[in-house]
């Protein structure tokens, strides 16, 4: 087996504790290493590195929307240089496959934080989007983890969000619009998480269509 | 698959377990694995097609079939399998015969270079069955050569007319003339270190020397184990790389060559199989610039061992080897976190743990003090004895002065260290000893053991401890087991001609020994306490018992007395018991002053835990005559069972005891060993009402024409089954619920 990322080929370091564990590698542990998992302390709500318990961001959004749609936001890995490096191989240079590097970090995040019952949500891309990249980032993710999605949403806005200012990005109206009712549990996936409008734009149509709980799960908190 | 090549060796190990349980745990390796099987296709042919092979080569150690069986006599032609060892009476090598058996052949008298390794010989030869073990715990010789495939032995064949020679046989001359050497230029001390620790020569060892080193586990450091072998590859490489500023590829490519040559001067023994071969195998894969893990080194070397000679797997050696290099690879990320004490620290005491339950199984004890003095004597002899032991030889063979200022040197230093082990008092309390463990509590102890690691490798520090303290758990639950057994037993040992029982009352409320024989043998193998050493300890080892609550002396004869010391110091009895006596004198001889002993006779009765013992004989304190019939004569009575113990009791002696109304008998001890001049019609009349087994202890073909059949015939024409020592081995009898049962050890 070799890694996703560096295309080395992974060998078992074995010793008592990995003796029985023939799971397969998809990340060596160099890459492993440059990887940076979020520690504590974080925001409980959206996993923003902060010593407050609250984040400003949060703040904001709960007097913006009265009451914030979104229950909380869980994310992996922090938004260091290698990240963004590789993040911009597998989202603009189309190196689908890195994907599977994340595999067993992404599915044992979403063990540990989320019920069994949850349906994913990948955040939709805009049509003309998906023909440029050829794949839906949020959709591969999804994917890694084995539960029923839900795919009664689509996109109709078209701009960038890496293009937006923060307030732009605050104000701007819905992109989304429901074709389906949603289910009760609801977890959206994507890569990103910035300030959240995107995955919170969703979270409160989905609310309003009678979802119960609406939380995320992103790859990247930045 | 790097990483997992351990996975092949274990689905090779399967193939020496029964055929139906190999094919379970193959299906269970299999289908718990599936996925991973799924894409390692290849892999998985290998492994099979290695399962398969195993089962081929495994030897089968059950009964040689019909057409198997071995010849009494041999007439024709033999190969010579193994280079000819010089021992102290004779010389032996194996051969094997044209049926493709191997035969150990003893030769008082052989002329040097007459028998060559790899040699076609015409031989002829008287070949003898192996002594098999007859008690329960008893080092089982004919086993252990099995093991080695040698089905028996011929004393001083015939072997003519030799022809050829295998291509290492030459070697071994070599080393045979190397070992003359150094035996002649070094004081006998060095020369026997030097043997031994260089070349795998152990002969020269005395008894003393080897049971200290076993006592305090450190026999380890006595062979030449792959730490040996690692110094000296590294010291030789330095040498060459540094000394003589050869390129690092030539050096390489000298030890590639020179470390198989080692591995037959060493006397190829598996440990030196083992380091040599691992390190040839990493040289190879270093010099093709692959990467390997050293587990799977390890895992590959095991299989090619066991492919070349499948009968090692059953050497202790072997097996240690192993096991011991496998944990410590396991360990490394614990291992190498920490400074040097440390380190020496964690890896004493994770071979140790690796090993423990191997240890107990074969030895029935460990020494918990061994610990400490691994970490003496481990650096003792890597650092110090070993690289001057070297460098002595190198100025030996080059002929300069200064092997002689540096032997004085290594004796100035050796041999404080050693008479300082010598001196360590072998406190008992040192001494572990937990008994022969059952197959479940060492499969649970393995398991323990592996939770505990991996927590100690995450380093959960907390949890480890928790696994730690149940790992020793296991140990006392062993040792408590007897302790919930409702059953009661006597054991009749085979020990000759003579006799010894042990008596485990239940729940262990007590055990007690009735005499401690010693058989009279005239050879030089004979020592006066070669039952009791060979026998009774091994046996009350095995069982966990350390301390007995009474030794009963049935009367003061060799073959019942003369192990009775022996068991007095070494299993501390609270009682020696012997019939009321006037004639003190045998007291004395057979225990010195050192024991007080009770005096016993008609009307007495003691009291041990679920057991009463009633004294039947002697009524008075002179033995009118004959010490057969001052025997002590009791009953044991347990749970409602009693048994007679008759001693050497004769004719004369059984009319006094008709006369005492003895209550209704189950179990009877027959009288001096079956003889005629003992059990006459009217005692079995009169006694033999409800005994329904009789036990005879009793040695085969013996001088007396004991047992005689009049009293066999008499015994079975009550209707009683004779239980005897000759035919059956040890016999033990299990009385639970009401109900006994009788177990011959060899049926």
């Given at each position: 087996?070799?890694?996703?990322?560096?295309?080395?080929?992974?060998?078992?370091?074995?010793?008592?504790?990995?003796?029985?564990?023939?799971?397969?590698?998809?990340?060596?542990?160099?890459?492993?290493?440059?990887?940076?998992?979020?520690?504590?302390?974080?925001?409980?709500?959206?996993?923003?590195?902060?010593?407050?318990?609250?984040?400003?961001?949060?703040?904001?959004?709960?007097?913006?929307?009265?009451?914030?749609?979104?229950?909380?936001?869980?994310?992996?890995?922090?938004?260091?240089?290698?990240?963004?490096?590789?993040?911009?191989?597998?989202?603009?240079?189309?190196?689908?496959?890195?994907?599977?590097?994340?595999?067993?970090?992404?599915?044992?995040?979403?063990?540990?934080?989320?019920?069994?019952?949850?349906?994913?949500?990948?955040?939709?891309?805009?049509?003309?989007?998906?023909?440029?990249?050829?794949?839906?980032?949020?959709?591969?993710?999804?994917?890694?983890?084995?539960?029923?999605?839900?795919?009664?949403?689509?996109?109709?806005?078209?701009?960038?969000?890496?293009?937006?200012?923060?307030?732009?990005?605050?104000?701007?109206?819905?992109?989304?619009?429901?074709?389906?009712?949603?289910?009760?549990?609801?977890?959206?996936?994507?890569?990103?998480?910035?300030?959240?409008?995107?995955?919170?734009?969703?979270?409160?149509?989905?609310?309003?269509?009678?979802?119960?709980?609406?939380?995320?799960?992103?790859?990247?908190?930045? | 698959?790097?990483?997992?090549?351990?996975?092949?060796?274990?689905?090779?190990?399967?193939?020496?377990?029964?055929?139906?349980?190999?094919?379970?745990?193959?299906?269970?390796?299999?289908?718990?694995?599936?996925?991973?099987?799924?894409?390692?296709?290849?892999?998985?042919?290998?492994?099979?097609?290695?399962?398969?092979?195993?089962?081929?080569?495994?030897?089968?150690?059950?009964?040689?079939?019909?057409?198997?069986?071995?010849?009494?006599?041999?007439?024709?032609?033999?190969?010579?399998?193994?280079?000819?060892?010089?021992?102290?009476?004779?010389?032996?090598?194996?051969?094997?015969?044209?049926?493709?058996?191997?035969?150990?052949?003893?030769?008082?008298?052989?002329?040097?270079?007459?028998?060559?390794?790899?040699?076609?010989?015409?031989?002829?030869?008287?070949?003898?069955?192996?002594?098999?073990?007859?008690?329960?715990?008893?080092?089982?010789?004919?086993?252990?050569?099995?093991?080695?495939?040698?089905?028996?032995?011929?004393?001083?064949?015939?072997?003519?007319?030799?022809?050829?020679?295998?291509?290492?046989?030459?070697?071994?001359?070599?080393?045979?003339?190397?070992?003359?050497?150094?035996?002649?230029?070094?004081?006998?001390?060095?020369?026997?270190?030097?043997?031994?620790?260089?070349?795998?020569?152990?002969?020269?060892?005395?008894?003393?020397?080897?049971?200290?080193?076993?006592?305090?586990?450190?026999?380890?450091?006595?062979?030449?184990?792959?730490?040996?072998?690692?110094?000296?590859?590294?010291?030789?490489?330095?040498?060459?790389?540094?000394?003589?500023?050869?390129?690092?590829?030539?050096?390489?490519?000298?030890?590639?060559?020179?470390?198989?040559?080692?591995?037959?001067?060493?006397?190829?023994?598996?440990?030196?199989?083992?380091?040599?071969?691992?390190?040839?195998?990493?040289?190879?894969?270093?010099?093709?610039?692959?990467?390997?893990?050293?587990?799977?080194?390890?895992?590959?070397?095991?299989?090619?061992?066991?492919?070349?000679?499948?009968?090692?797997?059953?050497?202790?050696?072997?097996?240690?080897?192993?096991?011991?290099?496998?944990?410590?690879?396991?360990?490394?990320?614990?291992?190498?976190?920490?400074?040097?004490?440390?380190?020496?620290?964690?890896?004493?005491?994770?071979?140790?743990?690796?090993?423990?339950?191997?240890?107990?199984?074969?030895?029935?004890?460990?020494?918990?003090?061994?610990?400490?003095?691994?970490?003496?004597?481990?650096?003792?002899?890597?650092?110090?004895?070993?690289?001057?032991?070297?460098?002595?030889?190198?100025?030996?063979?080059?002929?300069?002065?200064?092997?002689?200022?540096?032997?004085?040197?290594?004796?100035?230093?050796?041999?404080?260290?050693?008479?300082?082990?010598?001196?360590?008092?072998?406190?008992?309390?040192?001494?572990?000893?937990?008994?022969?463990?059952?197959?479940?509590?060492?499969?649970?102890?393995?398991?323990?053991?592996?939770?505990?690691?991996?927590?100690?490798?995450?380093?959960?520090?907390?949890?480890?401890?928790?696994?730690?303290?149940?790992?020793?758990?296991?140990?006392?639950?062993?040792?408590?087991?007897?302790?919930?057994?409702?059953?009661?037993?006597?054991?009749?040992?085979?020990?000759?001609?003579?006799?010894?029982?042990?008596?485990?009352?239940?729940?262990?409320?007590?055990?007690?020994?009735v005499?401690?024989?010693?058989?009279?043998?005239?050879?030089?193998?004979?020592?006066?306490?070669?039952?009791?050493?060979?026998?009774?300890?091994?046996?009350?080892?095995?069982?966990?018992?350390?301390?007995?609550?009474?030794?009963l002396i049935s009367h003061f004869d060799?073959?019942h007395?003369?192990?009775?010391?022996?068991?007095?110091?070494?299993?501390?009895?609270?009682?020696?018991f012997i019939a009321e006596r006037q004639d003190l004198?045998p007291i004395?001889?057979?225990?010195?002053?050192?024991?007080?002993p009770i005096h016993l006779m008609h009307g007495h009765r003691l009291?041990?835990?679920?057991?009463t013992i009633e004294v039947i004989a002697p009524k008075t304190n002179r033995s009118s005559g004959s010490e057969n019939n001052h025997s002590l004569v009791f009953i044991l009575e347990?749970?409602?069972?009693r048994?007679l113990f008759a001693g050497d009791l004769e004719e004369p002696g059984e009319r006094r005891i008709l006369q005492r109304n003895l209550p209704?008998i189950?179990?009877?001890k027959?009288a001096h060993?079956?003889?005629?001049t003992s059990t006459s019609?009217a005692f079995?009349?009169e006694v033999?009402?409800?005994?329904?087994?009789?036990?005879?202890?009793?040695?085969?073909?013996?001088?007396?024409?004991?047992?005689?059949?009049?009293?066999?015939?008499?015994?079975?024409?009550?209707?009683?089954?004779?239980?005897?020592?000759?035919?059956?081995?040890?016999?033990?009898?299990?009385?639970?619920?009401?109900?006994?049962?009788?177990?011959?050890?060899?049926?």
């Amino acid at each position: 087996m070799h890694c996703k990322i560096c295309m080395h080929s992974i060998e078992k370091d074995t010793t008592w504790s990995t003796l029985f564990d023939f799971r397969e590698r998809t990340l060596c542990p160099s890459c492993n290493e440059q990887l940076e998992t979020i520690q504590e302390p974080t925001c409980e709500k959206c996993m923003k590195q902060t010593e407050e318990k609250l984040c400003s961001d949060c703040k904001f959004w709960e007097q913006y929307w009265g009451k914030d749609p979104l229950d909380r936001n869980v994310s992996v890995y922090t938004y260091n240089e290698y990240m963004k490096e590789t993040m911009a191989r597998f989202k603009y240079r189309g190196d689908y496959e890195i994907v599977h590097a994340w595999k067993d970090s992404f599915q044992q995040t979403f063990k540990e934080h989320f019920p069994k019952e949850s349906h994913l949500l990948p955040v939709p891309l805009a049509e003309s989007r998906f023909h440029e990249r050829g794949f839906n980032q949020a959709e591969a993710l999804a994917n890694l983890v084995d539960q029923p999605l839900f795919a009664g949403m689509i996109r109709i806005g078209q701009e960038k969000q890496s293009k937006k200012s923060k307030w732009e990005r605050l104000l701007a109206s819905n992109p989304f619009e429901l074709t389906e009712t949603p289910p009760e549990n609801i977890v959206i996936i994507d890569d990103l998480f910035t300030t959240g409008s995107t995955v919170r734009f969703a979270a409160q149509l989905m609310k309003k269509a009678g979802a119960k709980r609406v939380s995320s799960l992103t790859l990247v908190r930045s | 698959m790097k990483g997992n090549i351990y996975l092949a060796a274990v689905i090779y190990t399967l193939g020496y377990l029964p055929f139906a349980v190999s094919l379970c745990l193959l299906g269970a390796l299999l289908l718990t694995l599936l996925r991973f099987w799924y894409s390692h296709k290849w892999f998985l042919g290998v492994s099979l097609f290695l399962f398969i092979l195993s089962i081929y080569l495994s030897p089968q150690t059950t009964a040689p079939s019909e057409e198997n069986t071995l010849p009494e006599e041999y007439a024709g032609p033999a190969i010579i399998k193994s280079h000819p060892i010089t021992k102290e009476f004779y010389t032996e090598f194996e051969v094997e015969l044209s049926n493709q058996q191997m035969v150990l052949i003893r030769q008082q008298k052989v002329e040097q270079n007459a028998i060559k390794h790899g040699a076609v010989c015409l031989t002829e030869m008287s070949i003898e069955q192996v002594n098999q073990a007859t008690n329960p715990g008893q080092f089982d010789y004919r086993s252990f050569l099995n093991h080695q495939g040698i089905q028996g032995i011929a004393y001083d064949a015939t072997i003519e007319e030799c022809v050829g020679s295998s291509f290492v046989s030459p070697l071994y001359e070599y080393r045979d003339r190397l070992l003359e050497q150094i035996d002649d230029v070094f004081s006998p001390n060095t020369s026997m270190w030097m043997k031994a620790l260089l070349f795998g020569e152990r002969s020269n060892f005395d008894d003393q020397l080897m049971e200290t080193f076993q006592f305090w586990n450190l026999s380890h450091l006595l062979a030449i184990s792959g730490l040996h072998v690692g110094l000296l590859l590294a010291l030789s490489y330095a040498v060459l790389y540094f000394g003589f500023r050869i390129s690092k590829e030539s050096a390489m490519n000298i030890l590639l060559v020179s470390i198989p040559v080692y591995i037959v001067l060493a006397g190829s023994q598996p440990s030196v199989i083992r380091a040599g071969l691992m390190a040839v195998l990493v040289i190879l894969v270093t010099k093709l610039k692959m990467t390997v893990k050293l587990l799977d080194v390890l895992a590959i070397i095991y299989i090619i061992s066991l492919v070349f000679d499948p009968y090692l797997f059953y050497q202790l050696s072997f097996q240690f080897s192993f096991l011991v290099t496998c944990s410590l690879i396991l360990s490394k990320q614990i291992i190498t976190t920490d400074g040097w004490l440390w380190t020496s620290i964690k890896i004493s005491l994770i071979s140790q743990l690796a090993l423990l339950p191997l240890q107990f199984y074969h030895f029935y004890y460990t020494n918990v003090l061994s610990f400490l003095l691994n970490l003496l004597f481990v650096p003792y002899f890597t650092v110090f004895m070993l690289p001057v032991l070297i460098t002595l030889l190198l100025l030996q063979l080059l002929h300069t002065p200064f092997a002689v200022l540096l032997e004085k040197l290594f004796i100035w230093i050796n041999q404080p260290m050693m008479d300082a082990l010598f001196g360590l008092e072998q406190f008992s309390i040192a001494q572990w000893i937990v008994g022969k463990p059952s197959i479940l509590v060492i499969g649970i102890y393995y398991v323990i053991f592996l939770i505990m690691m991996a927590m100690w490798n995450r380093g959960k520090l907390r949890f480890a401890a928790v696994f730690a303290i149940a790992l020793i758990g296991c140990w006392w639950m062993q040792q408590a087991l007897p302790y919930m057994d409702n059953a009661y037993r006597i054991t009749m040992l085979d020990v000759g001609q003579g006799d010894s029982f042990v008596i485990e009352l239940p729940r262990r409320s007590g055990v007690l020994m009735v005499d401690a024989g010693e058989e009279v043998v005239y050879s030089h193998l004979d020592q006066s306490n070669r039952n009791t050493k060979n026998i009774i300890q091994p046996f009350l080892w095995s069982k966990g018992i350390t301390q007995i609550d009474a030794l009963l002396i049935s009367h003061f004869d060799y073959d019942h007395v003369a192990g009775g010391k022996e068991i007095m110091d070494s299993f501390k009895p609270k009682g020696l018991f012997i019939a009321e006596r006037q004639d003190l004198e045998p007291i004395t001889r057979y225990f010195g002053d050192k024991y007080q002993p009770i005096h016993l006779m008609h009307g007495h009765r003691l009291q041990f835990g679920g057991g009463t013992i009633e004294v039947i004989a002697p009524k008075t304190n002179r033995s009118s005559g004959s010490e057969n019939n001052h025997s002590l004569v009791f009953i044991l009575e347990v749970d409602g069972h009693r048994t007679l113990f008759a001693g050497d009791l004769e004719e004369p002696g059984e009319r006094r005891i008709l006369q005492r109304n003895l209550p209704p008998i189950d179990l009877l001890k027959v009288a001096h060993h079956g003889s005629k001049t003992s059990t006459s019609e009217a005692f079995i009349r009169e006694v033999g009402v409800d005994v329904k087994n009789a036990l005879i202890s009793v040695g085969e073909d013996n001088t007396f024409n004991h047992p005689s059949q009049v009293v066999i015939k008499r015994l079975e024409d009550h209707g009683i089954k004779v239980w005897r020592t000759d035919t059956h081995g040890a016999v033990e009898m299990i009385y639970k619920n009401g109900q006994s049962t009788f177990s011959p050890f060899t049926p």
